[in-house]
């Protein structure tokens, strides 16, 4: 597709075209393809070097003095760890992870619970009204238009109503709220496509509502349960605009509300901020590296499936 | 399926997804709708004003530049984003070793916190500090304000954007040409095309579906940047450099004016509606093609 041909060729009648086309390992064709391949894959090593730049060059003043990173900051004489180790004293790191951590797996749990209930009732259960049941989707998709920035101010009033706000349940409540609809989505889309065969079988050997879904549905939904637990909690780990109304006790900061809060707590210490947002780039691109196939399909499956 | 289809068991398995959807979903945005229309500084009660707060924010010059530094964001990053991405994800469709891993790697800056983004992105694009002037600098070009001047902000934040979008766009368009039909590519080549014509008259026809679905979900993504402004400049110098919903962040929280700032949220929620509806309607049609 990509050995560009001359222009002459239109005219030639297809079969010789094609001849000249087929492979050989020698002559000008060939010759042709090779360069091309190889500019082709220059190309692509260097434009993959432009987009990991910035990481390349945060991790390189991370290990610099802060008086280098104003004066020489490209001197490879002397780096140093010290930032990392003023870092590790001054960052609550394990704290900021644990409380990102046991936010994101509650409300990530619950959310794909919930749809999951939610989606099985809409798409496997018997409504009285089939109009119910399909309004009742319905319903549940609408909020895929909703932008969470319209919801920041009442949920922030109504955490304070529900007496809620200043516990981690004031995060992880509209968390859960927030994923139903693109859960539902994928949930529902799952199931339409699948046979209930199975499921039919199981009722007439005399399982019950339980059973049916935790041993017989959920098994078979691994792969769309797996991508919607990656994409929630992609989610949660990178939220900011809710974290940052609804969380203000200091000891209840997530990895992005602390990030937010360097350039406040470092003012110029540029280097301890570099060798800070290293450290919490790490862990993350370590699990990006380790589920990699997992995390790009749960991040696109909106886009590919509708 | 009868048997299991009680009233009240359907009423156990859909109540939990539905009561938190309705309390903090579907009650907020009319909670913010209703604000929309009073005044409300916190405390007392709100009072009815009608369409006061939207004819306020007609007069605010803040509000269009923040409007305009959306629509510059929007249009800069759509018209480079797409042909980039798509180019790239031509180019990483060919075989090169190691093809895999620069797929991961290009995809990388979309799993990273918009908020770590703004974050690295200061160091690049700062006039003083940032790795851009540096370079300009070995050269001899004189420092240019990407960020904190008086225009250039909102396209250093497109460039961000399109930083951190390029490898998900890209993995759309590599998906949607892993799934054109073979039998036409070699048709097409048999017929003597040219790669040029080939990609010109068979490929981005037959994808045009996919370039749809990738300018309505970047539209949504757009409308959505904060975080890169709220690290990177702040919104400043003087709400210069603001976008819609930063400066809804910004007249909400900052200044609490609920009334106001839930306006911009229903301004912005309309538009991004209108995007939506395009989308979902694009995605049925793409299923059944």
Redesign the interface.
């Known amino acids: 597709?990509?050995?560009?041909?001359p222009?002459t060729?239109?005219i030639?009648p297809?079969a010789e075209?094609?001849q000249l086309?087929a492979p050989s390992s020698r002559g000008p064709w060939a010759r042709r393809a090779r360069t091309t391949?190889i500019v082709?894959?220059v190309?692509?090593?260097l434009?993959?070097f432009l987009?990991?730049l910035?990481?390349l060059?945060?991790v390189l003043?991370s290990f610099q003095p802060s008086s280098k990173?104003?004066g020489d900051?490209?001197s490879f004489t002397s780096l140093t760890i010290q930032n990392y180790l003023n870092a590790l004293t001054s960052l609550p790191l394990v704290q900021m992870y644990a409380n990102t951590f046991l936010i994101a797996i509650i409300s990530v749990t619950v959310g794909a619970a919930?749809?999951f209930?939610?989606a099985?009732?809409?798409t496997?259960?018997?409504?009285?009204r089939k109009a119910g049941q399909s309004s009742?989707r319905f319903?549940?998709l609408a909020?895929?238009?909703?932008?969470?920035?319209?919801?920041?101010?009442?949920?922030y009033?109504?955490d304070l109503t529900l007496g809620i706000f200043g516990t981690y349940a004031a995060l992880i409540?509209?968390y859960?709220?927030?994923s139903?609809?693109f859960n539902?989505l994928l949930l529902t889309g799952f199931l339409r496509d699948f046979p209930?065969e199975i499921?039919?079988a199981a009722?007439i050997d005399g399982v019950?509502?339980w059973r049916?879904c935790w041993s017989v549905v959920l098994p078979l939904m691994r792969p769309v349960i797996a991508t919607i637990l990656i994409f929630n909690v992609?989610y949660v780990?990178?939220e900011?605009?809710f974290a940052s109304?609804l969380i203000n006790d200091p000891n209840m900061v997530t990895?992005?509300l602390a990030?937010?809060r360097?350039?406040g707590q470092y003012t110029v210490d540029?280097g301890g901020?570099?060798a800070s947002?290293t450290l919490?780039?790490l862990p993350?691109?370590v699990i990006?590296?380790l589920f990699?196939r997992h995390?790009?399909a749960g991040?696109?499956v909106?886009?590919?499936k509708? | 399926m009868i048997w299991v289809s009680s009233r009240w068991k359907i009423l156990l398995m859909v109540a939990p997804a539905v009561v938190l959807f309705t309390m903090f979903v579907v009650y907020p945005v009319l909670y913010s709708v209703w604000f929309s229309f009073t005044k409300f500084q916190g405390f007392g009660t709100p009072e009815f004003i009608g369409f006061g707060n939207y004819a306020a924010l007609g007069q605010d010059p803040f509000f269009w530049q923040a409007l305009q530094n959306t629509v510059v964001i929007l249009v800069v990053s759509l018209v480079l984003l797409i042909p980039l991405s798509f180019a790239l994800a031509l180019l990483l469709r060919r075989k090169i070793p190691g093809g895999g891993a620069l797929r991961a790697l290009v995809f990388g800056p979309a799993i990273i916190a918009p908020i770590l983004a703004g974050l690295i992105w200061v160091f690049i694009l700062d006039p003083k500090i940032g790795l851009i002037n540096r370079l300009l600098a070995g050269i001899g070009v004189a420092p240019v304000q990407w960020i904190g001047g008086d225009t250039l902000t909102p396209y250093a934040i497109s460039l961000v954007f399109i930083w951190s979008s390029i490898g998900f766009a890209m993995t759309i368009f590599y998906a949607g040409l892993q799934l054109l039909p073979g039998d036409v590519m070699e048709a097409s080549a048999l017929d003597g095309a040219t790669g040029w014509q080939q990609l010109r008259f068979v490929t981005i026809p037959m994808m045009r579906e996919t370039f749809a679905i990738v300018t309505v979900l970047l539209i949504t993504n757009i409308f959505k940047i904060f975080e890169l402004v709220y690290m990177l400049t702040g919104g400043g110098p003087v709400h210069r450099s603001e976008t819609l919903v930063s400066y809804m962040y910004f007249v909400t929280f900052t200044n609490q004016q609920y009334g106001s700032g839930m306006a911009i949220a229903v301004i912005v929620t309309v538009l991004g509606a209108i995007v939506s509806a395009g989308y979902l309607a694009l995605a049925r049609r793409g299923r059944t093609a």
Not at chain 1, 124 to 128: C, N, P, Q, S, V
Not at chain 1, 143 to 155: C, D, K, N, R
């Open positions: 597709m990509s050995a560009a041909a222009v060729d239109e030639r297809a075209t094609a086309r391949s082709a894959g190309a692509a090593y434009v993959t987009i990991i910035p990481l060059w945060i003043l990173i104003l900051p490209f919930v749809s209930m939610a099985f009732a809409l496997r259960m018997i409504f009285r009742l319903y549940l909020g895929l238009a909703v932008p969470v920035y319209i919801l920041l101010f009442p949920v009033r109504l409540v509209p859960i709220a927030v139903i609809p539902t209930g499921e039919e009722i019950g509502l049916l992609v780990f990178n900011f605009p109304i990895v992005s990030v937010s360097f350039q540029y901020m570099m947002a919490v780039l993350q691109l990006y590296a990699q995390v790009i991040m696109t909106g886009a590919v509708g």
